[in-house]
């Protein structure tokens, strides 16, 4: 709910971390016109920032989610499915732009409070970093807590079998990162600190070891040395057998999904 974002942002200031704002932009999947009435009423003593948004079109599943096809519920494709081509295709196209919009002027914002579990969070936060001389020091992320415990991904990491799934053993979700990224099979050494990944709170992002980058680097180089060159080997004649070629790439993603489902 906006009114977290805001409780976060008042916090902040009054403890020190961040300086009061003399506007926030406010970008979100829903209106939050009634939030941000209440926000400049109740609180700031009487002299709040200028909370700022932009006109947008949305959906009932939201500006943002929406733009990203990707990111709706079943059921949600469905239902837009049953809108006229040329509508669907005309509000596509306007939420695209719009989230766009939302992200650039996001990534230009000297303080930045959002949730890391969010495509649209670490997009605008990527942006902040290659902005940025060193890391977004001025950033505040509501689910720290449970992106350093694993409980749950960042945006842009999610997989395929549990992108958004809070884990019962979070610290599982660091070694799901890790097996995706190891080329070699892995070994129980890999998956202990230092070794093994863990999110960065302030980049918002997996760290890689150093050692293990350099590792996976050299094997990528040396095609022989790849299993995933292996794996991902297609025989010349499988390309010409629409049915084989079906099945080839059926196996090939059943064979990373199982790396996402080890636990």
Known sequence: DAEDYFDALRDAVDGGVLQKPGSVYVASDGDQSAAIDEE????????PPRFVTLKRYRNQ?????????????????????????????????????????????????????????????????????GK?????????????PGLVSGAYCPGLFHGTINGTSRLPH??????????RFLDRLHLQSDLVPP?????????????????TFDQEGIRWQNPKMSRMWEWTRT????????KALLD????????GATLDNFW
């Open 132 to 144: 940025d001389e060193g890391p977004p020091t001025r950033s505040i992320f509501l689910d720290t």
């Open 40 to 47: 400049q009423e109740d609180w700031w003593d009487g002299e």
């Open 195 to 211: 070794n093994v990944f863990h999110f960065d709170s302030k980049r918002a992002v997996y760290v890689v070891p150093e050692h």
């Open 170 to 179: 979070p610290h599982e979700r660091h070694e799901i990162m890790h097996r």
């Open 235 to 242: 025989d010349p004649s499988t390309l010409k057998d629409g």
């Open 61 to 129: 599943h939201g500006a943002h989610t929406s733009s990203t096809l990707m990111a709706l519920p079943h059921s949600a494709k469905v239902q837009l499915s049953k809108v006229p081509e040329r509508e669907r295709a005309r509000n596509f196209r306007k939420m695209l732009r719009e989230a766009i919009e939302d992200i650039y002027i996001l990534s230009k914002c000297d303080y930045f409070i959002g949730t890391a579990s969010s495509h649209f969070t670490s997009l605008a936060t990527y942006l902040r970093v």
């Open 248 to 255: 080839r790439i059926v196996q090939l993603v059943n064979d």
